[in-house]
Nanobody, 124 residues
């Protein structure tokens, strides 16, 4: 059983930083890719970043490239999202998700496992 739990959200001023964590209490070998998505009020859930669990290859949405960094600690079974230079438009609930596939890493439907989400609010 895979259980993903996010933490690290909060309120920060524009230009500030936050680090989100996603702990997996289950069996990671069944997940090839771990990703972060976010959903702002009234908007669709959108892709933020993803990482191939075994190889560490990373992928980013254009809107966060150069500001966010995704990483993972295989020993701790934990994934991270370091968010720098935050903007008000980054405000959303952030979800981590696990996929059995190495392709389609930006597509919500490719992800089977989801965390409960953590709120990130960036004030201007």
């Amino acid at each position: 059983q895979v259980q993903l739990v996010e933490s690290g959200g909060g309120l920060v001023q524009a230009g500030g930083s936050l680090r989100l964590s996603c702990a997996n209490s289950g069996r990671t070998f069944s997940m090839a890719t771990i990703g972060w998505f976010r959903q702002a009020p009234g908007k669709e859930r959108e892709f933020v970043a993803a990482i191939r669990w075994s190889l560490g290859i990373t992928y980013y949405a254009d809107s966060v490239k150069g500001r966010f960094t995704i990483s993972r600690d295989i020993v701790k079974n934990t994934m991270y999202l370091q968010m720098n230079s935050l903007k008000p438009e980054d405000t959303a609930v952030y979800f981590c998700a696990g996929s059995q596939y190495v392709s389609g890493w930006s597509v919500k439907s490719q992800y089977t496992y989801w965390g409960q989400g953590t709120q990130v609010t960036v004030s201007s």
